[in-house]
């Protein structure tokens, strides 16, 4: 049997730049919790980029019924 592997994982937010709107990857800064100074490789401008919490730490909470 033949499986076709279509599994993309397109779980990182596509986030733009806003002033130049361009697509950034963020796997290029060393993102932590809270306010990260973000700059823009296509317009050299600086922004602050909020990361939340529950973004870089895995919900290992359980689930209760
Ligand atoms: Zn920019």
């Given at each position: 049997?033949?499986?076709?592997?279509?599994?993309?994982?397109?779980?990182?937010l596509p986030y733009r730049?806003?002033?130049?709107?361009?697509?950034i990857?963020y796997?290029?800064?060393?993102?932590?919790?809270?306010?990260?100074?973000?700059?823009?490789?296509?317009?050299?401008?600086?922004?602050?980029?909020?990361?939340?919490?529950?973004?870089?730490?895995?919900?290992?909470?359980?689930?209760?019924?």
């Amino acid at each position: 049997m033949r499986r076709k592997s279509e599994e993309q994982i397109i779980q990182k937010l596509p986030y733009r730049c806003p002033y130049c709107e361009q697509p950034i990857s963020y796997d290029q800064f060393n993102l932590k919790v809270g306010e990260n100074e973000v700059k823009c490789p296509s317009c050299q401008r600086t922004y602050i980029k909020l990361v939340a919490p529950s973004l870089t730490e895995s919900d290992q909470g359980s689930r209760r019924q």
